[in-house]
């Protein structure tokens, strides 16, 4: 069992920034990537960013490059993300997620055996 929890969402005002943290626990050894997702009220999920554990490669959603940041801290079990110059639009529950699979494109929700309760991110205009 992997265990998955989120924290830093809130309310900001658009322009704001926010920086959302995801503790991984239990039998985490087998993590390959790590994923951040979100969904609007009415939408379905969508991805975000993702970070390969061992190597550290990022992958970003094409309309989110250069706003949002992936990182991860393999010694605390940790992955968080840096949201900057947040919109209204990028309101929703922001989910992390594991995948103990090597997937090419790792933007697929249905590839990850994990998922976090979310935490809601609210931007106001």
């Known amino acids: 069992q992997v265990q998955l929890v989120e924290s830093g969402g809130g309310l900001v005002q658009a322009g704001g920034s926010l920086r959302l943290s995801c503790a991984a626990s239990?039998?985490?050894?087998?993590?390959?990537?790590m994923g951040w997702f979100r969904q609007a009220p009415g939408k379905e999920r969508e991805f975000v960013a993702a970070?390969?554990?061992?190597?550290?490669?990022?992958f970003y959603a094409d309309s989110l490059k250069g706003r949002f940041t992936i990182s991860r801290d393999i010694g605390k079990n940790t992955v968080d993300l840096q949201m900057n110059s947040l919109t209204p639009e990028d309101t929703a529950v922001y989910y992390c997620a594991r995948d103990d699979q090597f997937s090419a494109y790792p933007g697929r929700p249905h590839d990850y055996d994990y998922w976090g309760q979310g935490t809601q991110v609210t931007v106001s205009s």
């Open positions: 970070i390969r554990w061992t190597g550290g490669n990022t």
């Open positions: 239990g039998r985490t050894g087998s993590t390959v990537t």
